[in-house]
């Protein structure tokens, strides 16, 4: 619980800042908290965004499958270099994990190392679908061109721009990690780590939803 | 014992952290939910008015489309030719007369507006749970206002695909001209509004499901909390629905996708490059958002409605766990009727009877409240104020605007009333009308805590009766020229000969219309008088019983000058036996009335 308190202000601009540093914690979280169906007020916060951007591939989706059904879907093949970005991605929420459980462990060092490599990971992963559409482009299809590659680049061109913002979050969290803004023990990745999960598995069922189902 | 340990928290010290005393910080950038209220009240207000001149330009056409008006030619040029209205023009009117008063007057006002006033004063909290983001809020909306504006002013006009901008009109750019860049601009201003509401959706959810003081329940909170709660709920669930479906239609527009557009458009002469995407993907992802929405407009106002009127019957609401029931089976509802606007798109008739049955089950949690009300009223001494009667209003609308909806409900009835001005009847009664209602009564109810001085009672009974007799008389005959076939969106009804004679009941209707604007400028004066000159209010004025009404008005920077209080009661124990007072609020510990467990 103190753990969460303590995260509060790394919030990502996306979710606000929370309450101002300098304020005491009751400024805002008034109550003793036992109303708190879902515990932490800034987890509560990030769990429903996540359920706001849950639905906008919902809608996304419906329409996919609604467009799939016309006469000139020409189904396109996947550029393998999709499937190895997806094992960057997957391994940046693992290195991501690791970063926490050295944290857990007071081991400081070896937490900025898995959060750099955190870091890195996701940056390869962008730059690997900025490479997949080049590809693409290379070979003629390009947004217009049919509309499962309309959908292909729609599709992931949002997931990059959600992920891009995960980036700028865990940066900024990485940054005050190096500030010793934290007090030992806090699970200063808690937050971060989630949204980030979540984009991976939004990731994960892009791809089957585009290229599998 | 509670209220002791509550007391022990040590939160004194939290008021000492004074507000920013820069005014830009202070009343500009400010991250304070009264603030952010006030900016959205008055933001909306704007819009209202000029929503509300495009609606008298739409009705002075109707009423006398023969006639022209040389003087009104001049103001808008580009709208008139020799003082005669173009088509094109008309169909910018009804498009952002409807787009403006939906999103930016009445989601705006009611939820941006008093959600951010009522949810943390009624909850017992200090702010709202993330206050930066409550600022970036509206910071994102009024771009977002002035984007939607901005699109009068471009060569080409705004966007006149109507508001629900159903493709291929709104999706190929040289279909008509209000399809250039004025849709462009309204689809840019959507996302900025939606951006914005989901940022307020994401605070109102998280403050009161934690932020809520010690002792107040889900089942203690007042239906006004209750509403706000459902509808931070169908706005993060369905405004996704179409923040997805306008960026489809913006990569249709200017980057050559087929998402919505089918092939074989042909446009003066000029075959269209798109082909295989589907006008009705557009109707189901809008109509997803678009139905929900129509509750994100209401549910705050029967919310109010219930709190005003157990305060001015001096009884406790009638059945309130049914009322925040019903609230939450509409919500629930909502989500599964968005078919009902489809009747006539060629859907399959076992899917079209399956929303017809979902849509007629509305009527029954609607029916439930408006029997409570009517439960609250029955044989009270009813205190007419200003907020009483536009409580009653409310509930006048939503009955008479509620069971028109009975009828469209109806598939093959709708087939029928489609897009006739029946259907125009409807929705400014129920969704415009009760939502109006209620923002006039949320007004007249909290402006105490809105701007710490009363309103004018007499001014305002004036503004209201003159308001509700022009509001019926505006709206009801609209039923009647519908049932005789009037579409809606004619710019001139009367060149068809079976529509002639309903022209004298256009005129009735119009200068009705124009009696209902000029009634508003009563409220103009009554608000901004008041503001600034009306009578101090004192912490209580009402002799309500919620939290809100506990701390001084208006209630200082972090809501409460001391400790936040706890919470032992409903907010609904007025008139109970044997108490001191005729009411006993929520933060009184007193073993009686709900306190005493019954």
């Known amino acids: 619980m103190t753990a969460g308190v303590l995260e509060r202000p790394t919030l990502p601009k996306v979710l606000g800042d929370g309450p101002p540093p300098g304020l005491p914690p009751s400024f805002s979280d008034d109550g003793d908290g036992s109303h708190g169906l879902f515990g932490d007020t800034a987890r509560l916060g990030l769990l429903a965004f996540m359920g706001t951007v849950s639905m906008l591939f919902i809608g996304f989706t419906s329409a996919y499958i609604v467009r799939r059904a016309s006469a000139d879907w020409r189904p396109l093949r996947a550029p393998g270099l999709l499937w190895a970005n997806t094992a960057l991605l997957l391994a940046s929420s693992a290195t991501l994990e690791t ?97 980030w999960h979540f984009l991976s598995a939004l990731w994960v069922y892009l791809l089957y939803l585009l290229f599998v189902m | 014992m509670a209220h002791e340990a509550h007391a022990e928290t040590g939160h004194a010290e939290a008021h000492a952290h004074a507000a920013p005393q820069a005014f830009i910080w202070r009343y500009i950038f400010s991250k304070d939910h009264k603030v952010i209220a006030v900016q959205y009240y008055l933001t909306a207000m704007f819009m209202a008015v000029i929503a509300g001149l495009l609606a008298m330009t739409i009705r002075l056409q109707l009423a006398w489309p023969e006639k022209t008006w040389p003087q009104l030619g001049k103001v808008l040029s580009s709208g008139f030719s020799d003082g005669v209205m173009n088509p094109e023009f008309y169909a910018m009117l009804f498009t952002m007369h409807g787009t403006i008063m939906v999103f930016f007057v009445l989601s705006t006002a009611p939820v941006s507006g008093f959600g951010n006033l009522l949810i943390p004063l009624q909850a017992g909290a200090r702010d709202m749970a993330f206050p930066f983001l409550n600022g970036l809020s509206f910071w994102t909306f009024l771009p977002g206002c002035v984007v939607i504006l901005a699109s009068f002013f471009v060569g080409s006009g705004a966007a006149a695909a109507g508001w629900t901008s159903y493709p291929p009109l709104s999706a190929l750019q040289s279909a008509i001209p209000g399809s250039q860049m004025g849709q462009t601009l309204w689809i840019i201003g959507m996302v900025f509004f939606i951006a914005s509401f989901t940022m307020g959706g994401l605070n109102f959810l998280t403050t009161i499901l934690n932020l809520r003081t010690k002792g107040l329940s889900l089942m203690r909170m ?92 001096r009884k406790p609401i009638f059945g309130y766990k049914a009322m925040a029931g019903a609230m939450c089976a509409i919500a629930f509802l909502s989500f599964v009727v968005w078919g009902h606007h489809m009747f006539v798109s060629g859907m399959s008739p076992y899917l079209g009877m399956a929303f017809a049955v979902g849509t007629i089950l509305i009527a029954v949690p609607s029916a439930v409240k408006v029997f409570n009300w009517l439960a609250t009223l029955w044989r009270s001494r009813i205190i007419y104020k200003t907020p ?82 022009a509001y019926y008389s505006t709206f009801f005959p609209m039923h009647y020229i519908g049932f005789a076939g009037h579409s809606r969106r004619l710019y001139d009804p009367y060149q068809y000969a079976f529509l002639k004679d309903l022209q004298p009941i256009n005129q009735l209707i119009t200068i009705s219309a124009f009696v209902l604007g000029a009634s508003q400028i009563l409220f103009f004066i009554n608000f901004f008088w008041s503001a600034f000159k009306g009578p101090k209010a004192s912490d209580n004025p009402w002799d309500a019983n919620g939290l809100e009404w506990s701390t001084p008005s208006p209630p200082p920077h972090g809501n409460w000058p001391g400790d936040i209080p706890a919470v032992y009661r409903w907010p609904y124990d007025y008139s109970v036996p044997g108490a001191p007072k005729d009411h006993v609020m929520q933060h009184d510990p007193s073993p009686i009335g709900d306190a005493a467990g019954h």
């Not at chain 1, 898995?114 to 590809?135: D, E, M, S």
């Not at chain 2, 082909?275 to 992802?285: D, E, F, I, T, Y």
């Open chain 1, 99 to 195: 970063a926490r459980r050295r944290l857990r462990s007071s081991d400081l060092r070896g937490a900025q190392v898995f959060v750099a490599a955190t870091g890195l990971l996701g940056l390869l992963f962008v730059a690997g679908q900025v490479g997949a559409w080049r590809i693409l482009g290379s070979q003629g299809v390009f947004l217009a061109s049919n509309p499962h590659s309309s959908f292909f680049y729609m599709l992931t061109g949002i997931h990059a721009i959600h992920l891009l913002g995960g980036l700028i979050w865990f940066t900024a969290v990485a940054v005050r990690m190096r500030q010793m803004a934290y007090a030992p023990g806090t699970d200063a990745l808690g937050l971060v780590a989630l949204f």
């Open chain 2, 222 to 313: 007042p239906l006004t909390l209750w509403s706000m709660f459902l509808v931070a709920i169908l706005g993060l669930l369905a405004f996704p629905a179409l923040t997805a479906a306008s960026l489809m239609l913006l990569f249709d527009r200017h980057f050559g996708t087929s998402f919505f557009v089918p092939a074989g458009v042909v446009l003066s002469g000029a075959p269209q490059a798109h082909a295989g995407g589907s006008p009705l993907l557009w109707q189901h992802l809008f109509w997803f958002l678009g139905h929900p929405e129509v509750y994100i407009l209401m549910l705050p106002a029967l919310g109010f409605t219930s709190d005003i009127i157990a305060a001015f019957c």
């Open chain 2, 388 to 469: 009483m009667l536009w409580a009653m209003g409310v509930v006048s609308l939503f009955i008479s605007g509620g069971l028109s909806g009975v009828f469209l409900g109806q598939g093959a009835l709708d087939i029928h009333l489609h897009d006739t001005y029946f259907v125009v009847a409807h929705f400014h009664l129920i969704m415009a009308g009760a939502a109006l209602f209620g923002v006039f009564g949320a007004t007249t109810f909290w402006f105490p805590k809105m701007f710490g001085r009363l309103m004018n009672d007499s001014l305002g009974k004036i503004h209201f009766w003159f308001t509700f007799l």
